[in-house]
């Protein structure tokens, strides 16, 4: 089932412009993944962020967790019109490789 | 990492017809499942396919319905049996990677009931 939200639904943006999203879950976690989806395709792998820790960078890409909130963010800087996809929070609650997945946000990157 | 393979890659199908989906792993992994995603949707966890034993499936979703097999510690088989348009999905495998707890999905099976 699905664990929580993400926020905005959608976002438009122009290229060079960053783009943030946010993430909300319900239950304590593990972990948090972030995923790329490309026009119904299969996901890509962005980013894991453990419990414990409160911020990770990867390339452009910057995630934030903080679990007083029970929510993450996911930073892209500079975008491209290659980010153009939709972005998928997912948790690992149990350690168990088992992801409730949020809602997604479809960024939309105007060239 | 994984490299993960699924056929077919799309498929249009009858209703009423079953279709097998296969996922193939490029190395040997313990933890395989399988995802559904509807039209316009998140991602939902359908089972846990066992090497060797029975899947495990999520409340919502039953034996018969989306029978599941795993043979070996590389390759899972996941059936959509006697298919109606609501099954009209995009049916993902994925697999865990226990050194840095990373779970890597394959590309999806487009499948489209008429």
């Known amino acids: 089932s699905q664990q929580g939200e993400e926020d905005p639904q959608a976002l438009s943006i122009q290229e060079g412009e960053n783009a943030t999203m946010n993430c909300s879950y319900k239950?304590?976690?593990?972990?948090l993944q972030w995923y790329r989806q490309n026009s119904g395709r299969g996901l890509v792998h962005l980013i894991l962020?453990?419990?414990?820790?409160r911020e990770k960078h990867s390339g452009r890409l910057r995630v934030t967790l903080d679990t007083s909130k029970k929510s993450s963010s996911l930073l892209i800087t500079a975008s491209r019109a290659a980010d153009t996809a939709s972005y998928f929070c997912?948790?690992?609650?149990?350690?168990?490789?088992?992801?409730?997945f949020g809602a997604g946000t479809t960024v939309t990157v105007r060239a | 990492s994984a490299v993960i393979s699924q056929k077919p890659s799309r498929d249009i199908c009858q209703r009423g017809t079953s279709l097998t989906i296969q996922c193939q792993v490029d190395?040997?992994?313990?933890?395989m499942f399988w995802y559904r995603q509807q039209p316009g949707q998140s991602l939902t966890l359908i089972a846990t396919?066992?090497?060797?034993?029975?899947?495990?499936?999520e409340s919502g979703f039953v034996i018969d319905k989306f029978p599941i097999s795993r043979p070996n510690l590389t390759f899972s088989t996941l059936t959509v049996s006697n298919m109606s348009p609501e099954d009209s999905s995009i049916y993902l495998c994925?697999?865990?990677?226990?050194?840095?707890?990373?779970?890597?999905f394959g590309e999806g099976s487009w499948l489209t009931v008429v």
């Open positions: 994925s697999v865990g990677i226990p050194s840095g707890n990373t779970i890597y």
């Open positions: 239950t304590s976690i593990n972990n």
């Open positions: 962020i453990r419990s414990n820790e």
């Open positions: 997912a948790t690992d609650a149990r350690n168990d490789y088992k992801l409730s």
């Open positions: 190395s040997q992994v313990t933890m």
């Open positions: 396919a066992n090497q060797g034993s029975e899947a495990t499936y």
